[in-house]
């Protein structure tokens, strides 16, 4: 944030957005615990990003939204992540296991899709004008 902060210009403004799979959803819960939480989710249950001089306090927004998604897409997510993919033929497979259960369980099954339920997370800074207060 302070690079940015360096190239905006006075007035413009610094936005940041993570759309997280909602994990308040018992199943999502679930895949989340299969396949091993995001730096952005961790960030995000610590409060939130900080940002540098000269940007002041972050205003937020928060709102809800559901994707509906296939057995075959969800899997894609999933093998899409980074921890997956670094992961070892083990552990892939102990993924794919207890994703093929899970998915079973929550009817995504065939071309059926299920509701994928999502927080966006959105966060504004204005840059200062020169000799004001940031915004």
């Given at each position: 944030?302070?690079?940015?902060?360096?190239?905006?210009?006075?007035?413009?403004?610094?936005?940041?957005?993570?759309?997280?799979?909602?994990?308040?959803?018992?199943?999502?819960?679930?895949?989340?615990?299969?396949?091993?939480?995001?730096?952005?989710?961790?960030?995000?249950?610590?409060?939130?990003?900080?940002?540098?001089a000269p940007f002041g306090e972050l205003a937020s927004?928060?709102?809800?939204?559901?994707?509906?998604?296939?057995?075959?897409?969800?899997?894609?997510?999933?093998?899409?992540?980074?921890?997956v993919i670094t992961a070892t033929p083990e552990e892939?497979?102990?993924?794919?296991?207890?994703?093929?259960?899970?998915?079973?369980?929550?009817?995504?099954?065939?071309?059926?899709?299920?509701?994928?339920?999502y927080v966006t997370y959105a966060f504004r800074a204005?840059?200062?004008?020169?000799?004001?207060?940031?915004?």
């Amino acid at each position: 944030s302070a690079e940015i902060g360096r190239v905006l210009r006075p007035g413009g403004v610094l936005g940041l957005v993570w759309n997280i799979r909602d994990e308040s959803v018992p199943w999502v819960a679930r895949l989340t615990e299969i396949t091993k939480g995001s730096h952005a989710e961790q960030l995000l249950a610590d409060g939130g990003p900080e940002v540098a001089a000269p940007f002041g306090e972050l205003a937020s927004r928060t709102w809800h939204w559901a994707r509906p998604i296939t057995r075959a897409a969800l899997m894609a997510m999933v093998h899409s992540r980074s921890y997956v993919i670094t992961a070892t033929p083990e552990e892939r497979a102990r993924i794919d296991r207890e994703l093929e259960v899970l998915f079973d369980e929550i009817g995504a099954t065939g071309d059926a899709t299920v509701s994928l339920p999502y927080v966006t997370y959105a966060f504004r800074a204005v840059k200062p004008e020169a000799g004001g207060a940031a915004r």
